[in-house]
């Protein structure tokens, strides 16, 4: 598996989204003319670096590194049904945080899903990464319904020396 960054293959883009069901994104099913107006107004470039995965030379997935001039990052995470469910998505969040924290220097990496996004939840506790919140009404969708997500993020330190930091919810009442 490999990662290569994203340079303005339209085409592909335009095939990769639209032949995919994206359930846990805000946009269940994309159309053509969102990901051309996306692609138009810079959203995969400008303040973001994205990179294809590729497997045996077909793009199989789509990382979207958000804030990527922040020394804290987010990030989407795309795969194409195919492929998921079969380690894709721990492999890439490996990659995400050998990418970011030991090239790019970064300190923080956070994800959020959807709370019944079950997979991605156990990808990012598979990857190393601690669930740290649960946002209760957080995610907006696209037919106007609301649902629960939940927070994720690895931390530099953490990477560096192999270990994981417990989070201190409940440490006092309020």
């Known amino acids: 598996m490999e990662f290569k960054l994203f340079l303005n293959e339209v085409d592909e883009l335009k095939a990769f989204m639209l032949t995919n069901s994206w359930d846990y994104h805000i946009h269940k099913n994309m159309k053509e003319e969102t990901v051309q107006l996306l692609v138009e107004e810079g959203y995969y470039q400008n303040g973001r670096e994205t990179y ?11 990382i979207c590194i958000e804030d990527i001039e922040d020394s804290i990052v987010s990030f989407d995470l795309r795969l194409d049904a195919t492929y998921r469910g079969q ?15 030991g090239e790019k220097n970064k300190i923080r990496i956070e994800g959020y899903t959807r709370a019944d996004n079950l997979s991605m939840r156990k990808c990012f506790t598979k990857a190393g990464f601690v669930k740290e919140g649960y946002l209760r009404n957080a995610w907006e969708n696209a037919d106007g319904s609301v649902t629960d997500s939940v927070l994720y993020s690895a931390i530099q330190s953490d990477w560096q020396n192999k270990t994981t930091t417990a989070i201190k919810l409940d440490d006092l009442a309020f």
């Open 87 to 101: 380690g894709y998505g721990h492999y890439a969040l490996r990659w995400l945080q050998q990418y970011l924290f």
């Open 52 to 62: 294809w995965i590729i497997d045996n030379n077909l793009k199989i997935g789509l």
